[in-house]
């Protein structure tokens, strides 16, 4: 068997590290990438085919090191998966600028960082497949306190639509995934920050937000193994899909999105013509 490169970050829980069991499981090699390489198990760092990495996602040139070190080892890079990020639950008004910046830092910026780093390598193999994992909140924004962390996950959506144009030349797949609720640790205080200082205006807000960590968290319906296998069989793909939504939650949130911006369309239309010249 042809064995693949795989690098994923965000390796140590969750998706990430289902998607590294996974591919592991299959054969292939594993650059695991994450904040503290102490948190890994022995599965991970105990298997001959893995490589860990402690990186900091808002340090360009530990990245580089880090994607040298993979090179070195394996002399390439087959697939990129840009999982890591993490849960900002809280209004506009209340978050501060620090708590706001620390999300786009990771969600966004960091994922920018990774990428400026390995698509020198993918460029010059000329292949190579990239999955960028937005959130079914990076299609639709309407839940009352997400809407920091929604617009982290729309501008992974954005930025992913324009590395596709980027990169098609050089023959690099690009997959940008739309998880739903899987039964992960994401709700777990580990992955999800509230603000510190509360507006208890915002009732709404309080309720979506209490409701995910009481309600929603482990009773999700997504199975995080059968991601991980989705993933890795549209990684063999030699045309893959572009926009993936996985879990049927995911997918209702994104068809109902869907018709009402195509009824939306439709009302306005004459609104929308009459600004031509």
Known sequence: MNKKVYFITGVSQGLGYEMAKHFLGQGHIVAGATRDISKLDDFLSDNTNFLPLEIDLSNRKNIEISVNQIIEK???IDV???NAGYALFGVIEELSE???Q???NINVFGLI???NAVLPIMRKQRSG????ISSIGGFIGTFPGSGIYCSTKFAVAGLTEGLKADVEEFGINVTLVYPGYFKTNFLESTSMKAPTNKISEYKEARKMITMHQDN???NQAGNPKKLAKVIYEVSLLEKAPFHLFLGSDSYSYAHNKIETVKTALEENKELSFSTDF
């Open 74 to 76: 394996f002399t390439k």
């Open 80 to 82: 990129l998966i840009n």
């Open 98 to 100: 620090i708590e706001i």
């Open 102 to 104: 620390d999300n786009f």
């Open 113 to 115: 960082n990774v990428l």
């Open 129 to 132: 497949h990239i999955f960028n």
């Open 216 to 218: 929603i968290n482990q």
